[in-house]
């Protein structure tokens, strides 16, 4: 597996700007800054797209665009959704909403923007626990014999429902998988016997990521 971007910082797009008949006397522009490591194809598929129609339902607004803030290693750090709002009052809460029933992680926040004060609300639900897979110090018939796709077949079967794996990272020495669920210490438990059992996952390290560690 490769990251699809060897681009280290901010990756992103936008939209174009919305025709005249769509703009409103509120303009207002919102960053749904998301503690989800997902992809930019993932990002756009689980929130964006899906953002964009229900907020286009209700005239809202629209979203603008999103991008993906990743270190120097190439990991992902956050993922941003841009949205422009007609309607405040209403389409503030309505995108938290929207953004939890995707499936946003804790440690999640909506920064509004063009407002004095302006402010940031906290969001999400979900929680997250990130696998390291050591890359470079076990024997190599263990990466010769193993495959990283039957631990991610048999993590998700562990987890039972109570999660899965929704993204991933290769780096120079490790390669991460990202679980999200209900409860972090639950999703850990479900996947110890496998991660003791399985070749491939011998020293890897296991650390919550969504609430984030600082929290």
């Known amino acids: 597996m490769g990251i699809m971007s060897s681009i280290f910082g901010f990756i992103g797009c936008k939209k174009s700007a919305p025709p005249p008949s769509q703009k409103q006397t509120e303009r207002v522009y919102v960053t749904a800054q ?3 490591l997902l992809m930019p194809i993932e990002r756009g598929e689980r929130y964006e797209g ?5 907020l286009s339902e209700k005239g809202f607004g629209q979203t603008d665009g999103g991008g ?3 270190s120097q ?15 405040t009052t209403e389409g503030i809460p309505f995108v938290i909403e929207q953004l ?11 920064k509004i923007h063009d407002v004095e004060p302006s402010r940031e609300i906290s969001l999400g639900k979900i929680e997250g626990i990130a696998i390291y897979l050591d890359g470079i110090n076990l024997p190599d018939e263990i990466y010769e014999s193993s495959d990283i796709n039957i631990v991610i ?4 079967k562990s987890l039972k429902g109570h999660g899965s794996i929704q993204g991933y990272w290769q780096g120079p020495t490790e390669t991460g998988l990202y679980l999200y669920g209900v ?3 639950e999703m850990k438990r479900l996947i110890l016997d496998f991660m003791e059992q399985y ?4 020293g890897a390290r296991v650390v919550t990521i969504a609430p984030k560690p600082t929290e």
């Open 153 to 156: 077949d048999e993590i998700n």
């Open 100 to 110: 939890e029933k995707f499936g946003a992680p804790k440690g999640s926040v909506l």
């Open 50 to 54: 899906p953002l964009d129609a229900a």
């Open 199 to 202: 070749p491939l996952c011998k």
């Open 68 to 70: 993906t803030m990743q």
């Open 183 to 185: 409860d972090a210490d």
């Open 34 to 36: 998301l503690n989800h």
């Open 73 to 87: 290693s190439g990991e992902i750090e956050y993922i941003d959704v841009e949205v422009i709002l007609w309607n």
